[in-house]
């Protein structure tokens, strides 16, 4: 199975991190996801602690537009937080009303420190560095659930509970933003720092993506290690 194409520099970046980048996609979490033999309540925590990750990485898009340099940055990373706000948090809504947890306790969840420690590193590389640094550190999360949904979808068990939250980032509407925001960061990369490849920023960039996909990996583990 071919991996789909989302750009150049996440193409570069990955393959830099390709050992974190199997760990993070091919994790034993999203395997249980997958087959159906993961626990539903290691779902649902999952779920509760990832509506409190997207509250702030919805901070962290948000951010992204305050950085953006054109108008087409501006626009990709407004409907990112469109979609994330009002879209992507649903099906968590949906999912934690199903099983008696509802919306208010969503928002005020006490977060977990492989939570914690993955949203403010993203909040960080923002604050710190310029819309490159924040980008880095954010395309692990939305193309490694690009690559998930799409392998998952293809290969999942007919029966396993977890296949809307498999759709969800399968869906051709997920794939498409993928490629959007791929598309955009090759953009940003060339007007800013020219070819990612010679540039002097290439290993500190590398740093914020490698980081971001461990972290990842972090939240998987955080999800089969309930307290
Ligand atoms: C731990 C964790 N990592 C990644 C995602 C997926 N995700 C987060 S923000 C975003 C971009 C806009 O939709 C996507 C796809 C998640 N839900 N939880």
């Given at each position: 199975m071919t991996a789909p194409d989302y750009g150049r520099s996440f193409a570069l970046w990955r393959a830099a991190a390709a050992e974190d980048w199997q760990d993070y996609t091919h994790h034993a979490f999203v395997e249980g996801l997958r087959d159906g033999s993961l626990p539903r309540r290691c779902f649902v925590n999952y779920l509760i602690q990832d509506y409190v990750f997207l509250v702030h990485f919805s901070r962290a898009w948000s951010m992204a537009v305050v950085k953006s340099e054109t108008m087409e940055e501006m626009k990709t990373c407004a409907a990112t937080v469109d979609a994330l706000v009002n879209h992507e948090m649903a099906l968590h809504i949906r999912t934690c009303a199903a099983a008696g947890i509802d919306e208010a306790a969503l928002f005020t969840a006490t977060e977990a420190p492989a939570n914690l420690a993955y949203t403010r590193y993203v909040l960080d590389a923002g604050m710190q560095g310029d819309f490159l640094d924040l980008m880095a550190a954010l395309l692990p999360c939305v193309m490694g659930y690009g690559e998930i949904g799409q392998r998952l979808a293809q290969?999942?068990?007919?029966?396993?509970?977890y296949a809307e939250w498999i759709e969800t980032y399968a869906d051709p509407d997920y794939q498409a933003l993928c490629q959007t925001v791929g598309a955009m960061v090759d953009a940003a990369v060339a007007r800013r720092i020219g070819d990612l490849e010679t540039a002097p920023r290439r290993t500190a960039l590398q740093n914020r993506f490698s980081t971001a996909t461990r972290l990842e990996v972090g939240f998987w583990q955080m999800g089969l290690d309930l307290p």
């Open positions: 290969t999942r068990s007919a029966d396993t509970p």
